[in-house]
């Protein structure tokens, strides 16, 4: 049935796994643009850039969790 179309798996009737046909995958994976970072991927700017990010002022209470 993958092969047609996906097939959705649930557990306690709630969707939890999606099974599809090979090809799909692999379709989808070329079009996967994330990249996984370590910290010693970052240069010196990076963790500066970081350092200095504050989020919009409509969410301040977040910047008081960092301080």
Known sequence: QAAK???IITKH???SRVLIDIEEYERMKR?????HLTPADL???????????RVDP????LNKLMD
Do not use: F, G, S, W
Not at 43 to 48: F, L, P, S, V
Not at 58 to 61: G, T, V
């Open 31 to 35: 079009y996967d643009t994330r990249e």
């Open 5 to 7: 179309a996906p097939v």
């Open 58 to 61: 409509k969410h301040d209470q």
């Open 43 to 53: 240069t010196e700017e990076d963790i500066k850039a970081l350092e200095d990010a």
């Open 13 to 15: 009737n709630r969707p």
